[in-house]
């Protein structure tokens, strides 16, 4: 095992009282609590971590937070597998297992680094240019070839083994960010009592003076930092949410934030998930995101070893690593030399500091003298040294003259863009800074403030007195006192004057704008030569800013290079609208616990449990689980079963769950109007204590729902619904009577889980009830006739409500009781109906009985059936209006040639039927040209022995008789059918009257 | 998005189902053209600005909402139960 070799004696924030083991590539490594991985394998010195995206060229670490393009590894093992980790965030822990990407067979001896040597062919637009001809190559050829070149990390492709949640959280203030701005905030409105939450993606809370330092009121910046962290941990209203990212802002102060609660363990504790996706409601929010830094773009920028400034400055301050022995400093600014000088006073060599600035001021020289280092104001870095790792740069002087010098670090300067991306998630524009050479917040949404660095206010004084500031202010907002403002706390000065440099011109080799991409400054050229000249075209054309850092570290480089080509300002030349999420989310996160058996809820008849007792087999209707069907012992195929359980019904006695059909309770003087204005039939004269069969439509004349309704009362109705549009059809009720008719004096709730329902249904169906229902009660034919529906008593006054209505053709009733007694219900029925032979039926022996029927269901209430298209004409009443009644009468509707309702049976009857099929005419070409409708529902019927089939057929009824083939090429159908009847069993209704 | 019921307060959007255009006068079906009905049922203005729309809260009192928004930014400017409505051409 090798030495943390790069890990300083002493400073950083590390624990080194905890050593952690880690892996990287199959290589055992060690670090201390409170590294990252970044942090961690810099200690080692190991600078090579991944192979670029194009290129495969080698690449180390450039940043030390989440817009690292670079640093991507492979996290974990087996299912637990995540690509496209950044290193520079990953938190340390006992046991990790990483790996680099994109490379084959190694890191270190990479195969398709090739790409490199023919790089000219890979320029923008190639893929674009070359792979156009043949179409059909690109899906099978091209692209699978492209994507095992060019890639990022693998998917785990099994199943996570994680679990995620969504929770919701309130608040007066959401402060982004844990950094100085973001305490202030904090601070400043949790003393007033208000309710705040403050989110930060790290594990640590301090931001930047984490890595910096800094003094605040004289002394250092982390007694401030203490002193801050156990104030606000003491106040009772603000709560701290460390490992959390605020990625996206939404409508009416809305924001989504993702918590990683177990990603810094190997797995998570027990009964935690790994993440936790927020909806957090905010009254107000402060933006107090810092800012990220910017590279500079000259040949061989991205040769390990080549870093952000910052970031160097975070390695040495917070971790303890020192990122290089050797440290030359490129910078455009003052903020690089804080970099040189905390590397010296760490014990790092600065070689040299290249400040693109023309002639120094005295105190920086002096500041060089100091550092040992040599000053080349007004110079640049031409080019680097070093495959898999620097070994030196190309200095050019002010002279025009160019030096080589060793180092195995270049720190990189050039200011740092405001991490605004919140503010444009609405379509908010950044507006240009001249003074500042970046882009700062513009138009805000309503409710958010933005401040320190995340609004251009760039200096640590700024950042605490903007915190302050708005802290009180939100909470003043919220009707809160604000607390006494004290002073804020002085800092020590500190420079940030800045003359940024876009790229090195003059110099050859590669010269990277997006590292993640591979997107070099000629890329962009060329985009501009071939006139994709607008910002979005530049991303689409080179693919700058696209990816898992979404053009963090490059898009102003980008930007800037394109307004040089063609002679325009930046501002001219556009901005960048960022989208959420601000960093990869997982979907885990999004959906919660809303995947597999818990994407939705699953709805259980009353019965279910009895259901399952008799060993059904369930299908899935909706959300409800229902019966499909009882096997038997002995019965190997469905079909044996369902068939015995429709032969029991019809021959004695059966019992099938309906509960999950829609049952809606109207009341109101009015209830008989208003159901007159939404089914097409009449309902004024049905008398009490009777049933009628209904069929509403859509307002554009299509069918939409059907189904039975009592009455129960002159003024109480109750309506049933199909199963699947249940909820449908309550909430087109509701728009009836209070968007259409509100004058209408009814009220309605839905009662479908109130009450559980049994079909009771055969020849024996009254005699199995009469030993159910009360004796007072007199259901024989004369006394409950076909469609009486009553209020009764069972097991010895239990209320109950008896419905005289068939689906099956035979005699046949639906019991209802209290939810809660349904399994009682169903045992008693049961055990009425033993000396008949009662047989329990599912759904699929109730379609069966319902096809050999003819009665229309979901599949033919398909949305582009009107009445007349179901043989159903005759129900539309001509005497009053009703929902659909003008345009189901539109001429296209009432063609004589539509598609229409019968039945079918093969000519030959040992035929199997298969619903889908299209019907053609005999002799006749399979083209669409002579398609003439298709098959909606079949079934096997064990009355006839054969296959029937209900569909759509033009002209319909007028063609029973005629013989069509029944054309299926998907399973090889190709039958001959007759038209017929779609009424194949008791068509003169014998049995449903007896 | 969030919507303020007038029965159970500031809710979010997800309890919500959007139908459309408020303002639509159902015309009598007995006495309408077809082509009248035919503007009714499918003719929709889409307008970037205000929009009196329906929704209906499905997921809380199932009362419909006369919603007033800005589609240009979702700005809610008012909201009322659309059977005791007191604006617009259907009231």
């Known amino acids: 095992?090798?030495?943390?070799?790069?890990?300083?004696?002493?400073?950083?924030?590390?624990?080194?009282?905890?050593?952690?083991?880690?892996?990287?590539?199959?290589?055992?490594?060690?670090?201390?609590?409170?590294?990252?991985?970044?942090?961690?394998?810099?200690?080692?010195?190991?600078?090579?971590?991944?192979?670029?995206?194009?290129?495969?060229?080698?690449?180390?670490?450039?940043?030390?937070?989440?817009?690292?393009?670079?640093?991507?590894?492979?996290?974990?093992?087996?299912?637990?597998?995540?690509?496209?980790?950044?290193?520079?965030?990953?938190?340390?822990?006992?046991?990790?297992?990483?790996?680099?990407?994109?490379?084959?067979?190694?890191?270190?001896?990479?195969?398709?680094s090739l790409n490199g040597l023919v790089s000219p062919a890979l320029v923008a637009g190639f893929y674009y240019k070359t792979f156009m001809w043949p179409a059909a190559f690109w899906e099978k050829l091209y692209e699978p070839l492209i994507r095992r070149a060019a890639g990022l990390g693998r998917a785990a492709?099994?199943?996570?083994?994680?679990?995620?949640?969504?929770?919701?959280?309130?608040?007066?203030?959401?402060?982004?960010?844990?950094?100085?701005?973001?305490?202030?905030?904090?601070?400043?409105?949790?003393?007033?009592?208000?309710?705040?939450?403050?989110?930060?993606?790290?594990?640590?809370?301090?931001?930047?003076?984490?890595?910096?330092?800094?003094?605040?009121?004289?002394?250092?910046?982390?007694?401030?930092?203490?002193?801050?962290?156990?104030?606000?941990?003491?106040?009772?209203?603000?709560?701290?949410?460390?490992?959390?990212?605020?990625f996206g802002l939404y409508d009416h102060g809305i924001y989504g934030a993702v918590e990683r609660v177990g990603d810094h363990l190997p797995e998570p504790a027990p009964h935690q998930p790994r993440q936790r996706g927020w909806r957090i409601h905010a009254r107000r929010a402060i933006l107090a995101a810092g800012a990220l830094e910017r590279p500079i773009v000259f040949p061989g920028n991205d040769v390990p070893g080549v870093m952000l400034a910052g970031a160097a400055r975070t390695y040495v301050n917070r971790y303890g690593v020192l990122p290089g022995r050797e440290t030359v400093l490129f910078t455009a600014g003052d903020d690089g030399w804080a970099t040189a000088r905390d590397i010296a006073a760490a014990g790092g060599k600065v070689a040299a500091i290249v400040d693109a600035r023309g002639e120094a001021d005295p105190a920086r020289k002096a500041l060089a003298d100091k550092l040992g280092a040599r000053l080349f104001a007004g110079g640049v870095i031409e080019g680097t040294r070093g495959g898999r790792q620097l070994d030196g740069v190309t200095i050019r002087d002010a002279s025009g003259a160019t030096m080589a010098l060793a180092c195995d670090l270049l720190a990189v300067s050039n200011g740092w863009n405001p991490t605004l991306h919140l503010t444009s998630h609405q379509n908010g524009k950044a507006v240009w800074d001249e003074a500042l050479q970046c882009f700062v917040p513009g138009t805000l949404p309503a409710g958010l403030a933005v401040a320190g660095s995340a609004a251009g206010h760039f200096t640590l004084g700024q950042a605490l007195e903007d915190g302050a500031r708005l802290g009180g202010e939100a909470a003043a907002e919220a009707g809160l006192k604000p607390a006494a403002a004290g002073p804020v706390p002085m800092t020590d000065p500190e420079a940030t004057a800045l003359q940024p440099i876009w790229r090195v011109k003059g110099a050859k080799g590669k010269a990277f704008v997006d590292y993640q991409n591979d997107v070099t400054d000629k890329d962009v050229e060329l985009?501009?030569?071939?006139?994709?000249?607008?910002?979005?075209?530049?991303?689409?054309?080179?693919?700058?800013?696209?990816?898992?850092?979404?053009?963090?570290?490059?898009?102003?480089?980008?930007?800037?290079?394109?307004?040089?080509?063609?002679?325009?300002?930046?501002?001219?030349?556009?901005?960048t609208t960022f989208r959420p999420p601000y960093t990869p989310v997982a979907i885990g996160a999004l959906a919660g616990h809303h995947r597999g058996k818990e994407f939705r809820p699953v709805r259980l008849a009353p019965t279910h449990d009895w259901s399952k007792e008799q060993g059904a087999v369930f299908v899935e209707a909706g959300q409800w689980l229902r019966a499909q069907y009882y096997p038997k012992p002995g019965e190997n195929d469905w079909l044996t079963t369902v068939n015995r359980e429709v032969q029991a019904v019809r021959a004695g006695v059966g019992l099938c769950d309906v509960s999950t059909l829609g049952k809606i309770d109207i009341q109101g003087a009015d209830a008989a109007e208003f159901l007159e204005r939404v089914y097409i039939n009449g309902w004024k004269a049905l008398p009490v204590g009777k049933a009628r069969y209904g069929l509403m439509l859509r307002e554009d004349g299509f069918v939409m729902d059907d189904g039975t309704t009592s009455r129960l009362g002159d003024s109480h109705f109750l309506m049933t619904t199909t199963t699947a549009n249940a909820g449908k059809v309550m909430q087109h009720l509701e728009f009836c009577h209070q968007v259409l008719w509100p004058e209408l004096d009814i009220r309605m709730v839905s009662v479908s889980e109130q009450w559980a329902q049994v079909a009771v249904a055969g020849p024996r169906a009254r005699e199995t009830l009469r030993a159910v229902v009360d004796p007072a009660h007199d259901i024989s034919n004369e006394a409950f006739p076909y469609l009486a529906a009553r209020a009764v008593t069972v097991g010895g006054g239990i209320p109950a409500r008896l419905f005289r209505i068939s689906f099956s053709g035979e005699l046949a009733y639906e019991l209802a009781v209290a939810a809660d007694h349904g399994d009682a219900m169903m045992r008693a029925l049961m055990r009425a109906g033993q000396p008949f032979g009662i047989t329990p039926y599912g759904t699929e022996a109730l379609g069966v009985m319902r096809i050999e029927k003819g009665h229309v269901a979901g599949n033919e209430l398909n949305g582009q059936t009107t009445p007349r298209d179901l043989g159903l004409g005759k129900m539309m009443s001509a005497k009053k209006d009703y929902l659909g009644r003008l345009m189901a009468g539109r001429q296209a509707l009432i063609e004589k040639d539509r598609p229409s309702f019968v039945g079918f049976r093969p000519v030959d009857p040992t035929q199997r039927l298969r619903a889908g099929a299209h019907f053609i005419g005999i002799g006749k070409a399979d083209i669409m040209e002579n398609d003439e409708g298709y098959m909606t529902s079949v079934a096997y019927s064990p009355h006839l022995n054969h296959w029937m089939g209900l569909g759509l057929i033009k002209g319909g009824a007028a063609r029973i008789g005629e013989r069509v083939r029944a054309y299926d090429p998907v399973r090889n159908g190709d039958i001959v059918v007759e038209i017929c009847s779609p009424v194949f069993v008791d068509p003169e209704g014998a049995r449903l009257h007896g | 998005m969030r919507i303020t019921c007038p029965h159970c307060g500031a809710r979010d959007a997800q309890e919500f189902t959007y139908l459309g255009a408020a303002d639509l006068k159902r015309p009598d079906g007995m006495a309408a053209t077809e082509a009248a009905m035919t503007d009714y049922v499918y003719q929709r203005e889409n307008p970037a600005g205000t929009h009196r729309e329906l929704w209906y809260h499905g997921a809380g009192c199932h009362a419909w909402l006369v919603v007033t928004r800005d589609t240009r930014n979702h700005a809610i400017a008012a909201v009322e139960a659309a059977k005791s409505r007191k604006t617009g051409a259907a009231a």
């Not at chain 1, 989440?66 to 290193?87: C, D, F, I, K, Y």
């Open chain 1, 1 to 112: 095992m090798s030495g943390q070799s790069f890990r300083l004696v002493s400073g950083g924030l590390v624990d080194r009282d905890r050593a952690l083991n880690f892996s990287f590539d199959g290589k055992p490594y060690r670090g201390f609590a409170g590294d990252t991985l970044a942090s961690a394998l810099l200690a080692n010195g190991v600078r090579l971590v991944g192979r670029s995206f194009k290129y495969h060229r080698p690449r180390g670490v450039l940043s030390a937070g989440p817009e690292e393009p670079n640093a991507l590894v492979e996290l974990r093992s087996g299912a637990r597998r995540e690509p496209n980790t950044r290193a520079t965030v990953t938190e340390l822990f006992d046991g990790l297992d990483a790996a680099s990407q994109n490379r084959w067979p190694s890191l270190v001896f990479d195969l398709l």
């Open chain 1, 527 to 575: 985009a501009a030569r071939e006139g994709f000249r607008p910002v979005e075209h530049l991303k689409r054309y080179t693919t700058l800013g696209m990816a898992t850092d979404q053009g963090k570290t490059s898009n102003l480089s980008g930007l800037a290079i394109m307004a040089e080509q063609t002679g325009k300002t930046i501002p001219q030349t556009g901005t």
């Open chain 1, 157 to 246: 492709g099994l199943e996570d083994p994680d679990h995620y949640e969504k929770a919701f959280a309130f608040c007066d203030l959401l402060v982004i960010g844990g950094g100085p701005a973001g305490l202030a905030a904090a601070l400043a409105a949790g003393r007033s009592g208000a309710r705040v939450i403050l989110c930060d993606e790290d594990f640590c809370l301090g931001g930047r003076l984490l890595a910096e330092k800094r003094e605040i009121d004289g002394k250092p910046a982390a007694e401030w930092l203490a002193a801050t962290l156990a104030e606000l941990e003491n106040l009772p209203e603000v709560r701290i949410m460390s490992r959390t990212t605020v």
